[in-house]
C-alpha cells in the first residue's frame, strides 16, 4: 500500500522534473510546413512605453519569454543584449517577455542589476501558453509578415540567432 505523502510527493517531484527539463532542455520548432501567425499582443515595456506586435509588422521579431528564477535565461540574456546592441533597429525587434508574478519593481531591479539594454516587458502566462512555451527561456522568431518562423525552448548562441536571422533574410517576401 501506498501512503498519500508518498504518492503526492512523488508527483511534486515529477512535476518538478518535467519543469525543469522544460527549462534547461533545448528543442527547436522550425519553419518547416505552412507558419502559423504570431498572436497579437499589446505591453508596456518596463521604461513605460507601449509595445505591441502589430507595431513591428515588416521586421523581425524575437520574442525571449524569460522569468528570473530561470537559471538558463541569465545565459540567453546577455546573447540577447548583443544583438540587440549590434543589430536592432528597422530591421530587427527584440522583444524580452518575463512572465514573472512579482511585482514590476522588483523585475526592473533585477533586469537593472544585469545592464540589459534590449526592451523587456511584462505579461501574465496567458500569453506565453498562446506562443506555445512550455519552458524557459523559449524564443519565438516571427518573420516580416507575422509568421511564427522558429521556437526554441532553451538557450540558443549568437551564430545560432544569427543563422536564424539570415534564413529569414533570404527567404522571399510576400509583394516583394
Known sequence: MIRRTSLSSAL????????????SEGGTEGPEGARHQAPGFELIRLDGLP????QHRGKTVILDFWATWCAPCEVQMPVLDKLWEARGGPDLMILGISVDTDP????IEWVKERKLDYPIAIANQDLALEYGVIGFPTLVVIDPEGGIHTRHTGVLSRPELEEILEEIAREPRIGG
Do not use: N, Q
Not at 13 to 23: I, Q
Not at 51 to 54: D, G, N, Q, R, T
Not at 104 to 107: R, S, Y
Open 51 to 54: 509595445v505591441s506586435l502589430a
Open 12 to 23: 511534486v517531484v515529477s512535476l518538478v522534473s518535467l519543469l525543469l527539463a522544460g527549462c
Open 104 to 107: 514590476a519593481d522588483e523585475v
